[in-house]
């Protein structure tokens, strides 16, 4: 079956200008996941929604950053007023449930550069 | 210190080798083990996991958690070129909600060579 699926795969965007990220969950999915990877950082969590429940925003780096999800389906990881500090690679991941042995299932991710 | 130690390499080995990745956790409440497999410019997949401590196989993969040490392996035996991608532990306590607390190593970046 269809994996998670991001749009776009690559972002060139210049310093001050806001970005849309785009994430496709595996279908009846009902948790989904945004991180940051960075070289030398590792994965770092940023938001963390789970069925109708309030969305966990502990992991998000600043009020520039913002996620929704909408239907319980597709989110958007939305930077607004972008920095070179956040070009990385966004990963989205999506599991069955919030159980930990729910796999969380990546998808390719967006490589975000920001000029 | 962090709560999740991974060295992140680069590890070369030739081909046929037997690699050993490592983890070192400082948390003693993690009960769930993963290792993942991340390709190049891709996202990572499950490769592993465990529960508490012990050993599991899977084909030439073999994971071992030794909790007592805070210490957890991935062996990979007779390595393929096509093992080359980075390995990343991530661990998590267990039950519902932890999933969205996965703690991350850095990931081994391993490059098996022909």
């Known amino acids: 079956g269809a994996g998670v699926s991001q749009s776009p795969s690559n972002k060139v965007t210049e310093k001050g200008k806001d970005v849309e990220l785009r994430c496709d969950p595996i279908s009846g999915h009902t948790a989904l996941y945004w991180y940051r990877q960075s070289l030398g950082q590792g994965l770092e969590f940023l938001i963390y929604?789970?069925?109708?429940?309030?969305?966990?925003k502990s992991g998000l780096p600043s009020d520039r950053f913002s996620a929704e999800r909408t239907g319980g389906s597709v989110s958007t990881l939305t930077i607004q007023r972008t920095q070179q500090e956040d070009s990385a690679v966004y990963l989205c991941?999506?599991?069955?449930?919030?159980?930990?042995?729910?796999?969380?299932?990546f998808g390719p991710g967006t490589r975000l550069t920001v000029l | 210190q962090k709560e999740v130690e991974q060295d992140p390499g680069p590890l070369s080995v030739p081909e046929g080798a037997i690699v050993s990745l490592n983890c070192t956790y400082s948390n003693s409440a993690f009960q769930y083990f993963m290792w993942y497999r991340q390709y190049s410019r891709k996202g990572p997949e499950l490769l592993m996991y465990t529960y508490s401590s012990g050993n599991k196989e899977d084909g030439r993969f073999t994971a071992q958690v030794d909790k007592s040490s805070k210490y957890i392996s991935l062996f990979i035996r007779d390595s393929q070129p096509s093992d080359s991608a980075t390995y990343l532990c991530?661990?998590?306590?267990f039950g519902a909600g932890n999933n969205r607390k996965l703690i991350w190593g850095l990931g081994t970046s391993l490059a098996v060579n022909p």
């Open positions: 991530a661990m998590s306590g």
């Open positions: 991941a999506s599991s069955r449930a919030a159980e930990s042995t729910d796999t969380q299932y």
């Open positions: 929604f789970q069925g109708n429940s309030a969305p966990d």
